[in-house]
């Protein structure tokens, strides 16, 4: 009941930036936190950020510096700016998505995955 698109990853030098959006659409009352994670190829799901509905924010270690997580509610869309990548960065990019549908049942969503390389 709510789908979640992402874009904007990519092939980036080592030093580079992207920037990842996803968007939610469906039959959503209110999105209460918004947030990225990875997973690299034989390692366990990582918290990259995640913000609330006021804010509040909270990143992983390994990003803080570079990273910023911002969100747009009235577009239901969160951003990822990543900066100074580093080739460690590299995986599969998960946007989550918790809050209450319309409905009033609460809801977790993910999105189908978006790739970040980088590599020289």
């Known amino acids: 009941q709510v789908r979640l698109v992402e874009s904007g990853g990519g092939l980036v030098q080592p030093g580079g930036s992207l920037r990842l959006s996803c968007a939610a659409s469906?039959?959503?009352?209110?999105?209460?936190?918004m947030g990225w994670y990875r997973q690299a190829p034989g390692k366990q799901s990582e918290l990259v950020a995640v913000?609330?509905?006021?804010?509040?924010?909270n990143y992983a270690n390994s990003v803080k510096g570079r990273f910023t997580i911002s969100r747009d509610n009235a577009k239901n869309t969160v951003y990822l700016q990543m900066n100074s990548l580093k080739p460690e960065d590299t995986t599969v990019y998960y946007c989550?998505?918790?809050?209450?549908?319309?409905?009033?049942?609460?809801?977790?969503?993910w999105g189908q995955g978006i790739q970040v390389t980088v590599s020289s």
């Open positions: 989550n998505a918790r809050g209450t549908l319309v409905s009033r049942a609460e809801f977790s969503s």
């Open positions: 913000i609330a509905r006021d804010g509040d924010t």
């Open positions: 469906g039959s959503i009352f209110s999105i209460n936190s």
